[in-house]
């Protein structure tokens, strides 16, 4: 687990909300393929299993909504996390949470195949969106912070959920770290993980990744319901 914080001048909003910026679970990929926003790319069985375990990690905090990409995998995994969550909260689609632009031009092609087929990505990997149908790092951040901006609007002193992809969490993350573009790898949430974030105000005051590990660790360390031991009479 990797906590950070940030500086930030006080603001006159005090008021503090919950964000978990959570990537979604893990994919059907048999064949090992980059799926972009292709359609057809359903969660695995270990995808199913980490968004329960989301559903359960997140059900005490009391969500208030969830934010959720348009794409297959995205909307599967909130499905299946807000069935865990007592009152089921509403779902609401957004493109701003959307997989990267980029993924468009390397959708369909073997991880094993990229280096050679798709030569921007190596472009791409040093300076992202400097290469035609790519997508600037800043630009990535603020479509997914334009909707944490109105959850918090929102959903003011509560908890709310958002459900991205890799690149666009990253470049959120990187660039409230004020990062530079080639960070944008370096910072990995993995699927089925999240951002933890706390605003005061509108201001963003701390950060907190929690990989899945951390997640289902969390989840069973939590008390169970007690149990009823009935002894058999003499």
Known sequence: MLTMAEVAPPSPDQTVTSCFLARHCDVANPDGVLYGHLPNFPLSNKGRDQAETLGRYLAPAGVAAIYTSPLQRAQETTALLAKELSPSPPVLERPGLVEAE???YLQGTRYRDLV??????????????LVPGDEAMGKMARRVESVILEGLRDHRGKAFVCISHG???????????RRWPWALHRLQCSKGGLLELQYRGDTLTEKTYRSPEDLAAAVASRPGPPVLVVSEPD
Not at 167 to 177: E, L, M
């Open 102 to 104: 980029f993924g468009r």
């Open 167 to 177: 690149d666009p969490i990253q470049a959120f993350w990187a660039t409230s770290d």
């Open 116 to 129: 050679w087929r798709k030569p921007r990505w190596w472009v791409h990997m040093v300076w992202p969106g």
